[in-house]
């Protein structure tokens, strides 16, 4: 009896710009998450006055998106523009009062003003 | 024949500088500004370090933080369901012990941490807490507790305090309380049955040096581990979101909160307020309680004041000198 | 030197896993699949095999736990009867999704309500889709063999999936049965070392299942569904190699009994073939062109195998030892399958099923007889008058 043609099982080509990684496992980010850009949700910035600064570093261990950064050879503290949310916790928080909050729309490189979204 | 699991022995931290290392949790999630369970996160990784793998049970700290295919953790992360986070990490130590036995694998032993919320920890994941804690792992689990399932949009929990308004407790004419219920109290319910369990503390967000050092004492032990932790959540409590580290501090200085580790039966507490501040202070500033009365606030303060008498009567019971 | 050993499927099953060197194994009771762990549980006692013997505080707990154990690159082992399979359910997608490739041994059992220990295949046929691969085996030797021969597929570098080795509950797990036990260095030929290829380390950190949008599920989903693409090769090779390895003959996909001049035949699956063939023996001795088609593997299910081996034949009556309440031939799971394979023959053979081996009770001889006549007429009239017959309980 001759063997009868059946259908074929689907063959798969998913689109590059559609790829799911095996497992859907994906590798650890090292220094910032840059695939999750979160500037662009703030309306105010926190804005230190160094001079007024204690290094106590509760603004450091009070952010929950650590943007806080404390250089220890510069001695300061070091804000990180590209992922703060505005929450304000820092100001809030800071025992000497020196972080005051900004509006975004005062800078010239406030994330407000791109163009073209994240 | 004795093994050497190479386990890590994490020094407590002095100061903040002691512990400015590199970020473990870093920017770049999808979590609320101002989100109490993020800082908690953070301040944990940050005080485990590079060689831990966590857990991390369906919640706002999986869902918002693993959005969308990428992740905040600098180190290894496995999604578990809501309901086995204790399970899974049980498996992930079964793994390392026999692989080391076995000569397979030879680095150090990882911190194994579970973050799960107060559902994953004492309501649907109960059971696989429990049950890890009763085995034996070398596993530390962490309850980061906001009070409410936030992630689905702020349902009750069994923390949920007394009074709290959330989508299945809303106040109306029949329950004027919105939440008729008090919640489990989770630190005597894991210490009260484990006998195998080694380290139990609570600790909140708004006391990161406690915090740090307390993951770091637990992650010493070469057993099961249990850490409370409050994380207060500006969407669920209604607060503005630059409070949310100030709600932890004055949950403490109400006696909503109590610090304390417990140790081979002996409970060490800290900051523990001289006078404590009326509940009234505490719920005021949050929206999830703007609905109740003042004998329904009498009733919580009630509430409170027994878990106080509890503190008094712990602390009253003298610590054993060492011989 | 191989040995000669009378084992219950139950022994077979902790002998497989023995030699499959697995280094976690998570225990719960269940009847009647509890004898593997007992016997496990004595060989990590006394040193004979060196693995961490977790005990789960339920099957759901089971399968989390052994997952967490893949994810960090052990072999691990698990199993389960009845309720307990479908307790776990809320795991299996994540297992098969996550690419752990576990084994979970199932000594099947009814599902309540209400209690019953006996043997039906329901439990483990209604988790079939969450994507782990599944099939039955008929004697104890097929059990230990298919221990080994599902962790070698399951752990391929192109497959890694879970699987789910089943036999019937008491018929297999508890009967003895001549069992060649190879010995651990043949194993090991046919077996290499599970290799995790991103696991949980700190060395190389990774994020397993992060959150996806909807746009990302359907590639997923497409990602989980192109791995059967690969699959079936890879058990042939792996069964060919078994088979050389071992001195075993089994075939792929189809056991076929006297299928080359059948004209009527069963498809059945599991320890009740057992029964089957014997009949049709009989049978044949009385002139019925008999024979009888046994699926090895379910998941993946062997359409196009099918459809060839069933090109010629008049009807084939398909045993059902399973339940979908309210399905197409408010029957069985398995019919439904066996129409949608064959259904694009020009030459197809009469369909049609029948409801056995339920709930514990076996399959009686004279049942098969009467099953063929039901198929002999069928042949004859060209066409099924029946989706399903419930054997034993048919009104009228």
Redesign the interface.
């Known amino acids: 009896m001759a063997k009868q043609k059946l259908p074929e099982f689907s063959t798969f080509n998913i689109p590059k710009d559609r790829e799911v990684p095996f497992g859907a496992i994906t590798p650890a980010p090292v220094n910032t998450q840059d695939l999750f850009i979160t500037s662009n949700w703030r309306v105010v910035r926190p804005v230190i006055d160094q001079e007024k600064c204690t290094r106590c570093l509760t603004c450091y261990m009070a952010c929950p998106d650590a943007c806080w950064g404390y250089n220890e050879k510069a001695d300061k503290l070091e804000w990180i523009a590209g992922f703060c949310k505005g929450c304000q916790i820092c100001i809030h928080d800071c025992p000497v009062q020196c972080i005051s909050a900004e509006p975004e729309l005062n800078y010239p490189d406030g994330v407000v003003r791109l163009e073209k979204p994240f | 024949m004795k093994v050497d699991y190479k386990f890590q022995k994490l020094e407590p931290a002095k100061n903040f500088k002691a512990i400015n290392k590199a970020e473990m949790y870093v920017p770049g999630h999808r979590t609320c500004a101002g989100c109490g369970p993020a800082l908690n996160y953070r301040l944990v990784a940050k005080a485990a370090g590079p060689d831990t793998i966590f857990i991390g049970p369906t919640g706002c700290m999986y869902v918002a933080n693993a959005s969308y295919l990428c992740t905040p953790y600098a180190v290894s992360l496995i999604h578990a369901q809501i309901t086995n986070g204790g399970a899974v990490a049980s498996g992930i130590e079964a793994a390392f012990k026999v692989l080391a036995q076995k000569g397979k694998y030879t680095g150090v032993f990882p911190n194994i941490i579970v973050m799960a919320g107060d559902g994953g920890t004492v309501d649907i994941g109960l059971q696989a807490m429990s049950a890890m804690l009763y085995r034996n792992h070398k596993v530390l689990f962490i309850c980061y507790d906001n009070e409410s399932y936030a992630n689905t949009g702020i349902q009750v929990s069994p923390t949920s305090p007394y009074g709290a308004n959330t989508t299945f407790t809303p106040p109306g004419k029949e329950i004027p309380e919105a939440n008729v219920l008090f919640p489990k109290y989770v630190p005597e319910l894991v210490i009260g049955g484990h006998p195998a369990l080694k380290y139990v503390a609570t600790t909140t967000i708004a006391h990161p040096l406690d915090l740090t050092n307390k993951v770091r004492k637990a992650l010493s032990f070469e057993g099961p581990t249990f850490l409370h932790m409050l994380a207060p959540c500006p969407k669920g409590w209604k607060f503005d979101e630059k409070l949310s580290r100030e709600m932890a501090k004055l949950a403490v200085e109400t006696g909503m909160w109590s610090l304390f580790e417990w140790e081979n039966g002996v409970y060490k507490y800290t900051n523990v307020p001289k006078t404590y501040k009326p509940i009234s202070e505490y719920m005021k500033n949050q929206g999830r309680f703007s609905h109740l009365k003042a004998e329904h606030i009498a009733k919580m303060q009630a509430f409170v004041d027994e878990r106080i008498a509890k503190v008094k009567a712990n602390i009253a019971i003298p610590i054993a000198t060492p011989r | 030197m191989a040995q000669e050993k009378m084992l219950t499927g139950c022994s077979a099953a902790a002998t497989g896993a023995k030699l499959a060197e697995v280094?976690?194994i998570?225990s719960y009771p269940i009847r009647p699949y509890t004898a593997i762990m007992m016997e496990l549980a004595k060989m990590v006692a006394n040193g004979e095999l060196?693995?961490?013997f977790?005990?789960?505080?339920?099957e759901?707990?089971q399968v989390?736990?052994?997952?967490?154990?893949?994810?960090?690159?052990?072999r691990?082992y698990t199993g389960s009867s009845g309720v307990g399979v479908t307790y776990a359910m809320?795991?299996y997608s994540?297992m098969s999704?996550?690419?752990y490739p576990v084994q979970m041994a199932i000594a099947d059992r009814a599902l309540d309500p209400p209690g019953d220990f006996g043997s039906e295949h329901t439990d483990a046929m209604s988790t079939r889709g969450q994507g782990w691969l599944l099939g039955w085996a008929r004697t104890p030797q097929e059990v230990l063999d298919n221990t080994l021969i599902g962790y070698r597929i399951g752990e391929d570098q192109k497959v890694?999936l879970p699987q789910m080795t089943c036999q019937d509950g008491y018929f297999l797990s508890h009967i003895a049965d001549k069992v060649n036990v190879p010995e651990l260095a043949q194993a090991r030929e046919f077996l290499p070392?599970f290799k995790s290829?991103?696991p949980?380390?700190?060395?190389c950190?990774?994020?397993?299942?992060?959150?996806?949008?909807p746009?990302?599920g359907?590639?997923?989903d497409?990602?989980r569904?192109?791995v059967?693409?690969d699959v079936p090769k890879i058990i042939e090779k792996a069964t060919a190699e078994y088979n050389k390895i071992m001195g075993r003959n089994y075939d792929p996909f189809l056991e076929k009994y006297k299928m080359d001049d059948a004209e009527i035949a069963f498809f059945i699956q599991g320890a009740h073939a057992n029964t089957c063939m014997k009949e049709i023996d009989k049978m044949r001795k009385q002139g019925v062109k008999v024979g009888m088609i046994r699926p090895r593997w379910i998941i993946p299910w062997p359409?196009?195998y099918l459809?060839?081996a069933c090109?010629?034949l008049k009807a084939l009556g398909v045993i059902e030892t399973s339940t979908c309440y309210g399905g197409s031939m408010r029957g069985g799971n398995l019919a439904p399958e066996v129409r949608a394979s064959l259904y694009?023959?020009?030459?197809r053979p009469v369909v049609t099923s029948f409801m056995g081996g339920l709930g514990g009770e076996t399959i009686w001889p004279e049942e098969f007889h009467s099953m063929a006549k039901v198929l002999t007429q069928a042949a004859k009239d060209k066409r099924a008058s029946q989706y399903t017959y419930w054997v034993g309980f048919e009104g009228k």
């Open positions: 280094e976690v998570c060196k693995a961490e977790v005990h789960g505080e339920g759901h707990a989390s736990i052994v997952l967490g154990a893949s994810a960090a690159g052990a691990a809320e795991v994540p999704g996550g690419r890694m070392p290829p991103h949980l380390s700190v060395a950190p990774v994020s397993h299942s992060p959150q996806i949008r746009d990302q359907a590639p997923m497409a990602q569904a192109a059967y693409t359409t196009q459809a060839e090109a010629g694009d023959l020009d030459d």
